[in-house]
């Protein structure tokens, strides 16, 4: 989703939504700009967060000609200090999780 809002040029939802495909696995931008996948300490909500579903199930990747643009645009908005600070705070957040009991609440 995040690819095809900046594709259409709505880039401050695009913006949204790469924080959001952040929060949903920490190691998906690493696995898309083939960085080292470093495992973190931290409390993972469900199997679908951890390095191994980045690893083998992403498959994106920021050299694909057709992302190019994307993958620039994904970079520079990474490298942002309010970016770099809310990934922070959220990798902070999950490692005070932690060890503690999580209780999840459905719809009633």
Do not use: Q
Request: aromatic share 14%; glycine share 4%.
């Amino acid at each position: 989703m995040t690819i095809i809002l900046f594709k259409t040029g709505r880039l401050k939802e695009a913006e949204k939504k790469a924080f959001l495909t952040f929060t949903r696995n920490t190691y998906v931008f690493d696995k898309f700009f083939c960085r080292p996948i470093t495992p973190i300490d931290k409390w993972e909500g469900s199997n679908l967060e951890v390095p191994d579903f980045a690893i083998n199930y992403f498959k994106y990747s920021h050299d694909e000609v057709n992302l190019l643009d994307f993958s620039a645009w994904l970079d520079n908005l990474t490298k942002t200090e309010k970016f770099v600070r809310l990934m922070n705070n959220y990798i902070d957040i999950h490692k005070r999780l932690k060890g503690k009991a999580i209780v999840k609440r459905g719809r009633t």
